[in-house]
Every structure is written in C-alpha cells, then in structure tokens.
C-alpha cells in the first residue's frame, strides 16, 4: 500500500500550484479513497 501512496504523492503534488491552499485537504481525500478502495478490493478477493 505503501507504493501506491508514493505514486499519488507523485501525481498530485505536480498540482500544488494549481490548488494552492485545497491541495492538502484533496490530497487526504485521494488517500483516504485509495485505502478504502483497496480494503473492499480485500474483501472482494476473499
């Protein structure tokens, strides 16, 4: 899971300008998305 906060990191933060001060708050958004979508994908697989 680690990996792939990285390579969000990596894609929003070219952004950072462009949001100026929502970039924080859309950054913990993707994250919190990501992690739920991995945890459905979890129990999905099982």
Do not use: F
Not at 5 to 34: F, P, W
């Amino acid at each position: 899971m680690e990996m792939i906060h990285h390579h969000i990191e990596e894609i929003i933060s070219q952004y950072l300008d462009l949001m100026g001060k929502e970039y924080e708050a859309y950054k913990n958004h993707v994250h919190r998305v990501s992690r739920l979508t991995l945890s459905i994908k979890k129990e999905l697989e099982k």
